[in-house]
């Protein structure tokens, strides 16, 4: 969607007085990205009231007088579903909100009192703070901008695990008799494509997350369209890369090379230069204990995606994202999510872990000046912990309820604080549990160290 | 999505050479549109083998050759989906397919012997036949564009019958206390656009049709986004215009106000400007004995709707359409469907009831110069033409097998064949039968007057 001039020129002005930030919220599906912006929008609502938020410092300080939901300014982003989402706290039983699908939006406005006074005292000032949620899945579309389709076809080719490479068989099998250079057959393309389609829709199910190309696992209004019927074309290895581009453009290989570049230009491109391109501030959501739970292949797959994800903050001059899109986003968090549900003593392991899994990527980010944390933190808190004594010794546990609505009170277990390596794996299986939202008893959303990610997200911006 | 130029210039070398078309196809929802484009591919597929198409001089004659489906040109508009509703007309037993929602299309090359033969005879051309299938519902937001907010607040004011209106009670009762001057509450602005669409959802369910904005009942990835969170103001007669003008931009007057805009731009033009204006010819479909049975508020509604629609074809030089878009259909089509529902002799009774329902817009289309024409059709016919004798009397009679899978011989009653006034409807219920498609035996679909479709719509291409 087009910005009008007259927005792009408003929102220069107000980002200059520091008036306005846009900060967006992602992560891969169930990351917890809708719990976590939900838990942002009620902190800040309750701020000065019942918030606990210590370490905030405006709100420490008794500066932050609260914060007012308004309209928002993009008429056709959907609007973020708080109210949705309270309300699924606040059933009995309490329940986790519904996940959101694609982009959604929310505008507050931020009141609070500056640090330095005016000559009249008792000045207050207003920060508009525009939130946004997205898929995580799109960012991972990046990589594909820097292919074209026979280098996209090699891409995707390496074997990636026995697991995942079994459920694109099918595809596989169907997909290698596709002559090149015969006149494509839309039916037959459109078959292909929806087997590939299948294959990363199943290869979701089963917990992998490193899947290309984003928008075939959410087609909406564009099901069926040409756009999203192409795959990488196997055994490309061995074609001259002249004879291609050779082949007639009724070919197999010119239509689904023109499919791949209008995927390109009409799918990945206006994600990053109507929206992601006006960010200001990012956080990354990951659920690493499920990651874990889920074993060595996934786990992997996971820090794979991440690697790719990560690309789209990497402002290195040179970078792809600055030539095409000069994006702006100044400060980045990495936060490893649901840490309520491991006992408090873990939570400094699982950010080493979350550091270990993107030591590459934090590098780059480094190296290119991007300021960024990495920090581990429960949105919607819903353990508490508890010490046990067991034969006279004192050891850490959690009391909860599971999702089937039993009581536990319990040890998850140890979060490793390096990658695990196979013989870790061969060592030791996770299996920390799920909770279902504790009942709320009126006030702020209990939460760990949300106060700690919002500071680092937007607390200059209050002082 | 924006046509590259490139193209544009093609498609009218194409179309200078009469080697291309573009036929639209369109109805409100159940008007059978889905049925007519399946039979239409499937007609001209075996056009020159078992299709019956003695009303179309090209087949007549035995030139035309056949047609083959090619890729089409639109990467980004959904395929029409000819194998799945085949495969549901050939399933036992056989189902009428899924209907389409939004836009789909589908490119047929049509072979054939011109009349007059080149010096070397045996010379055969083709015609690239595009295929488009959009919701009728989309061409009611036209007459939307010729209003500003508080004008169409008024027009859609009027009480239009009370079974419609108590649908809506709901939401009037809530919107009546909205102070247009009150400062807009996003949250409270969502709700009563809610229930705005509920009420819109109701009747579209209780078989209503001339429904604004069409966009409320199909929002797609748009649900939830503020575009279609407006609704018309109750109570604006009294307001005066210029005080309207004058509140602030954060109020609610102003604020649906812009909604309103951001709808007629970025919803309700696309449709115009991407696709309509390039269609050459369109057929609008009429499901006039499903109103029958629906009663006279819903048969003068459906009146109404297929007014507004209408007005898309009109052009006039001051039409509103033609000013903005600068359409080309340059011949139109108006059917009413499921002609094999009645009894033969029936079938001039029908058309005389769809010129009468649409007398007014017919007669503005001959003003302006569109070659239109009305006719009655069956896209796949589902019964049998029967006699049968009673007290030795024969009399006319159909036979097929009803939805819930019995044989049935009946006459299924007459057609007036002028509009019905109230003691028409108070003299006469209609009760039309709804019969399932009959099993196939291979060969083309069976069909009512697809061919005098057929010959109007593109016939004069295959000379």
């Known amino acids: 969607m087009r910005q009008p001039l007259a ?22 599906s169930r990351s917890g990205k809708t719990a976590f912006l939900t838990s942002l929008v009620n902190q800040l609502r309750h701020a ?11 709100a420490r300080e008794g500066r932050l007088l609260g914060a007012r939901r308004v309209n928002q300014q993009d008429l056709g982003v959907p609007r973020f579903p708080y109210d949705q989402a309270m309300a699924a706290l606040d059933a009995t039983p309490p329940h986790w909100p519904e996940p959101t699908r ?6 507050l406005t931020i009141r609070y009192r500056p640090t330095r006074r005016g000559l009249l005292g008792g000045e207050t ?52 008799e596709l002559d090149p250079a015969a006149a494509a057959d839309e039916g037959q393309l459109a078959e292909l494509a929806e087997r590939y389609a299948e294959g990363l829709r199943a290869a979701r199910e089963a917990g992998f997350a490193d899947l290309q190309p984003g928008r075939f696992l959410l087609p909406g209004e564009l099901a069926g369209a040409p756009v999203l ?40 491109r206006p994600f990053y230069r109507d929206h992601f391109r006006r960010f200001d501030r990012q956080i990354v959501l990951v659920d690493l204990l499920g990651a874990l739970n889920a ?52 939570h400094g392991r699982l950010v080493a872990l979350l550091e270990a899994l993107l030591a590459e990527p934090l590098k780059d980010l480094r190296f290119a000046d991007v300021p960024v944390r990495a920090l581990s933190l429960a949105a919607i808190r819903a353990t508490e912990s508890r010490e046990v ?4 010794r004192r050891s850490p546990a959690l009391r909860g309820t599971d999702l089937s609505g039993e009581e536990q009170l319990l040890f998850p277990g140890e979060v490793p604080d390096r990658l695990p390596d196979a013989a870790f794996w061969a060592r030791q299986g996770f299996d920390f549990p799920a909770f279902r939202p504790a009942p709320r008893e009126g006030g702020a959303l209990l939460h ?16």
Chains 1, 2 share one sequence.
């Open 229 to 268: 019927q192409f795959f990488p074309l196997p055994g490309i290895e061995g074609a001259e890369r002249a004879a291609l581009d050779r082949l007639p453009p009724e070919s197999n290989y010119a239509t689904l090379a023109k499919r791949f570049r209008h995927y390109q230009q009409h799918i990945v």
């Open 389 to 392: 004594s067991h034969q006279g």
């Open 7 to 28: 927005r792009e020129l408003h929102d220069l002005l107000e980002r200059g007085r520091d008036r306005q930030l846009r900060l967006a919220v992602t992560g891969l």
């Open 448 to 463: 760990i160290r949300m106060d700690a990610a919002l500071d680092w997200l937007i607390g200059d911006k209050l002082q």
């Open 48 to 58: 000065g009231l019942e918030a606990r938020l210590d370490l905030l410092p405006v």
């Open 125 to 176: 000032r207003e920060l508009a703070l525009d939130l946004f949620d997205y898929p995580g899945e799109w960012l991972l579309d990046l990589p594909l901008l820097e292919h074209d389709y026979p280098s996209w076809s090699l891409a995707q080719q390496p074997a990636r695990g026995h697991e995942r490479a079994a459920l694109f068989t099918d595809w596989l099998a169907a997909a290698a």
């Open 102 to 107: 694609g982009i959604s939006e929310l505008r």
């Open 295 to 346: 074993g060595p292949e996934r786990f992997e797959d996971l820090s794979r995606a991440l690697a790719n994800l990560m690309q789209s903050f990497d402002y290195g001059k040179r970078s792809l994202l600055s030539r095409l899109f000069a994006p702006r986003i100044d400060r980045l968090a990495i936060a490893a999510t649901k840490a309520d549900h491991v006992t408090p003593e873990q």
